[in-house]
């Protein structure tokens, strides 16, 4: 008989944890959480052929280099569509 299990989501990225203490941990510096201005949030982010800064030009997922409290971060705007 299959057992019913409890997990723990972040909410901005949906990586899930088996205890509420390691998703906790992680959804305080997640990338994708607004509060840590990280280039998945920033409204600078160019997505084309490759990921750039808007502002400094240069690539933004570079592997083994986190940007976090970017002095350079803009919320996107979405004026009235929601």
């Excluded at 972040?10 to 607004?34: I, M, Q, T, V, W």
């Amino acid at each position: 008989m299959p057992k019913q299990i409890i997990r723990y989501q972040c909410d901005f990225c949906n990586r899930h944890y088996s205890k509420k203490y390691d998703a906790a941990k992680h959804e305080k510096g997640c990338l994708r959480n607004p509060v840590n201005k990280s280039c998945s949030t920033c409204a600078n982010a160019i997505y084309n052929i490759d990921a750039i800064c808007g502002v400094t030009g240069e690539w933004i997922f570079v592997k083994c280099r986190t940007v976090k409290h970017c002095k350079d971060w803009l919320a996107y705007d979405f004026g009235d569509e929601y």
